[in-house]
């Protein structure tokens, strides 16, 4: 990754918004294949490294410095305790503040310099304007989208009515999910034609309809009409999916697909593993997007697997947005090992659900019991 956000102030800070905003910032400026380090740290050290470097012994709120490398465009450090107060007299967060100096030491690091002249001051400033403007227009974190099979599984499992995905959606979405998504399959082992049916009906935010590019399928999403549909492979022996979509070795019987749902005013996203010919072929058969299949990341065995996984998505993330495909991103992600894909800027949305499920059983089950025992022993 070219951005490298680093803080050792004394109280936390949301460093993965911070490293989205720089990589945005840096695709702003087309920089992208230039390496940034953002370090935010307190008074008392940025005073010292401005004593050290510019013989000035007192604190500053951001200082720059500039690589003059092709490869790598500065540091920049940036004091929590100034931004802090900057922020109360600006009206502003914390968190917008060190985001304006964030932009402030990059258009340092572009070559504009605020000291030099009454232009330059103005130049500097209608470019830190701009920058901002062009940032906040944008969503800058990911969506989170909750797969709530799941549920289903469950209910399923005793063939009743109960726990209902359509009731789950509800709480989910109150709970500030960005959308919803369900994977209608073949063999209906989890999800239903009536779910799909009823969450179009109640979801609020998106819905998302995961299904295998079939006539049948084609047929229920065109009549439907989820806000996308994320087409899968689909193996009837398989637990959950397993590899990504081949489209390129199906391009012409998923071009078809993908213009059947677009006949039907369906956007579409393809679920490929994190390969360029993948990504290519998604391209070119017309889909908007893509979703990465992260369960090669997910399922590493080993730290050195893990990393070169995920370099890949990077990789691959980066490639598909430079061909103008949307970057999803799901599959056996967990608690532990989602943050850091989190930070990839070019991933807008994920698609996570068995983690969720399973946690949402061991957090509720305490209270669960409880409401039972109040039943059964009136305590
Ligand atoms: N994305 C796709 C295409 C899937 O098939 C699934 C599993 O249904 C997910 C994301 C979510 O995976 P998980 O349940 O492992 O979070």
């Given at each position: 990754m070219p951005v490298f956000v680093k803080s050792n102030y004394k109280e936390p800070l949301p460093l993965i918004y911070f490293e989205r905003c720089c990589n945005e910032l840096l695709r702003l400026v087309n920089r992208s294949h230039q390496e940034l380090n953002v370090f935010f740290t307190d008074d008392e050290e940025i005073k010292s490294i401005n004593e050290k470097w510019f013989n000035r012994p007192w604190p500053t709120n951001c200082i720059s410095f500039s690589m003059d490398e092709s490869d790598v465009l500065g540091d920049i450090v940036i004091s929590v305790d100034r931004a802090k107060k900057e922020a109360e007299l600006g009206i502003t967060t914390v968190k917008i503040r060190l985001v304006e100096l964030v932009i402030h030491g990059l258009v340092h690091l572009l070559?504009?310099?605020?000291?030099?002249s009454e232009e330059e001051r103005m130049a500097m400033e209608q470019e830190e304007f701009i920058l901002k403007t062009r940032l906040f227009r944008r969503n800058v974190m990911a969506d989170l989208c909750i797969n709530v099979d799941h549920v289903a599984t469950i209910r399923q499992a005793r063939?009743?009515?109960?726990?209902d995905p359509v009731v789950a959606a509800g709480i989910v979405e109150l709970a500030g999910a960005d959308g919803i998504v369900v994977h209608l399959r073949e063999d209906r082992r989890h999800i239903q034609d009536r779910d799909v049916r009823l969450l179009r009906q109640t979801v609020q935010t998106r819905l998302t309809l995961e299904m295998a590019a079939t006539d049948e399928m084609i047929k229920i999403a065109s009549e439907i009409k989820p806000d996308i549909v994320t087409l899968v492979p689909e193996k009837r022996q398989e637990l959950t999916t397993e590899g990504g979509l081949d489209v390129k070795g199906l391009e012409s019987s998923i071009k078809d697909a993908v213009n059947r749902l677009h006949d039907a005013g369906i956007p579409v996203s393809l679920f490929v593993d994190p390969e360029e010919d993948q990504i290519e072929a998604s391209s070119r058969v017309g889909a908007e997007c893509i979703e990465i299949h992260t369960g090669r990341y997910a399922d590493a065995e080993d730290a050195e697997t893990q990393d070169r996984e995920f370099e890949q998505i990077v990789k691959m993330a980066k490639f598909a947005s430079d061909v103008g495909l949307r970057v999803h991103a799901g599959h056996g992600l967990k608690y532990h090992n989602t943050a850091r894909l989190a930070?990839?800027?070019?991933?807008v949305e994920f698609s996570i659900g068995h983690s969720i499920i399973s946690r949402a059983v061991m957090v509720g089950l305490d209270k669960a019991v409880r409401d039972m025992l109040k039943i059964v022993k009136g305590m």
């Open positions: 070559g504009f310099d605020h000291e030099l063939g009743g009515t109960e726990p930070a990839i800027s070019e991933i």
